[in-house]
């Protein structure tokens, strides 16, 4: 069964240098969200994006947070400078309006996260 | 008030017993709702929709109550393989942006 892909699935850093995380959602799927899971909590909403463009970032903090999809594909999600709040499990999930495997068309499919902390 | 409530529990039970979680949500406006498990540090994964006329799925039962806005699950004949995090998903008004409750830690014990 195809999956989505994460890496690094763990990352340790100091507060603010830049880190960055990939995705690479379930092929064929068209959206790709990125949340952040801080413990004790449910994953939030950063980002959506439909193909390459972006469809939500209401919660993304865009004065240190960045995402980008270029080719409607794989997705990176930038922290430059990263701070201590930022240490959390960020999670990439993938949906399609086309599923074909028969689940309704909100079905997300999270891919294993990239769990972060910053020292 | 938060969008989507949960109690975060623990739920400590012996195998074979009956558990039911609830949870409530804020939006009037929300259609589409999920129960998605999670186990410790790995990702959410859906455990099933939930549906107006109520839905089954194996031991698992999940009802919706619109006038009253809350949703429920009913896991039936516990296994140790049930002992996880039961997160509660709501979709935000009439969009397609899910929120997430933070989750009913569920302990199933020998």
């Known amino acids: 069964e195809a999956e989505v892909a994460q890496s690094p699935r763990y990352k340790i850093t100091e507060k603010s240098q830049a880190v960055a995380f990939w995705c690479d959602p379930i092929?064929?799927?068209?959206?790709l969200y990125w949340y952040r899971q801080i413990l004790g909590q449910g994953p939030e909403l950063l980002v959506q994006?439909?193909?390459?463009?972006?469809?939500?970032d209401s919660q993304l903090p865009k004065d240190r947070f960045s995402a980008e999809r270029l080719k409607g594909v794989d997705s990176t999600l930038k922290i430059q400078p990263a701070e201590l709040g930022d240490s959390a499990m960020y999670l990439c999930?993938?949906?399609?309006?086309?599923?074909?495997?028969?689940?309704?068309?909100?079905?997300?499919?999270f891919g294993p996260g990239t769990r972060l902390l910053v020292l | 008030r938060k969008e989507v409530e949960q109690d975060p529990g623990p739920f400590n039970v012996p195998e074979g017993a009956t558990v039911a979680f609830n949870c409530t949500y804020s939006?009037?406006?929300?259609?589409?709702f999920f129960w998605y498990r999670q186990d410790c540090r790995k990702e959410p994964k859906l455990l099933m929709s939930?549906?107006?006329s109520g839905n089954e799925d194996g031991r698992f039962t999940a009802q919706l109550n619109r006038a009253s806005q809350y949703i429920s699950l009913l896991i039936r004949d516990s296994k140790l393989s049930d002992s996880a995090t039961y997160l509660c998903?709501?979709?935000?008004?009439?969009?397609?942006?899910?929120?997430f409750g933070s989750g009913t830690r569920l302990l199933v014990r020998p």
């Open positions: 939930v549906y107006s």
């Open positions: 999930a993938s949906s399609s309006p086309a599923d074909s495997r028969g689940k309704y068309q909100e079905t997300q499919y």
């Open positions: 994006f439909q193909d390459e463009s972006v469809v939500d």
């Open positions: 092929s064929g799927h068209a959206t």
């Open positions: 939006n009037s406006a929300s259609q589409s």
């Open positions: 998903v709501v979709n935000k008004g009439s969009s397609y942006k899910l929120i």
